[in-house]
């Protein structure tokens, strides 16, 4: 899994490529994934909108899913809003299945996402 961020406004967005798997994941910073880090570090920054921009993720496992909760939640707890955007069919399929998409916040779009805050 490869990442870069942007900022539009006050939102910062995520680009996240490749593969969101156990294998790409268990590369473990001290304390967490890659993901994790970067979600601590911007909300330490003080950014509270967030946008996951899944358009170039080739593939999501369980573990993948569940770190993209994982996400969700953290940046939930701290009082700020995450949206994902741009994800495959395949990915929104696997979120419909589990009932996922009824707990994250999805837009087809980054343009969409970027509206809804």
């Known amino acids: 899994m490869e990442y870069e961020i942007r900022r539009v406004g006050d939102v910062a967005i995520i680009d996240l490529s490749g593969r969101i798997t156990f294998h790409e994941l268990s590369a473990l910073e001290p ?15 003080g950014h509270r909108k967030v946008v996951l921009n899944l358009a170039k993720v080739t593939h999501i496992d369980s573990s ?3 770190e993209l909760v994982r996400a969700s939640a953290t940046v939930r707890n701290k009082g700020g809003q995450l949206r994902i955007a ?17 707990i994250l916040d999805m837009s087809l779009d980054e343009a969409t996402a970027l509206q809804s805050f």
């Open 31 to 45: 304390d967490g994934t890659i993901l994790r880090k970067i979600i601590r570090e911007l909300l330490a920054e």
């Open 64 to 66: 993948g899913v569940n």
């Open 86 to 102: 741009n994800s495959s069919v395949a990915v929104r399929e696997i979120f419909q299945v589990t009932k996922l998409d009824t």
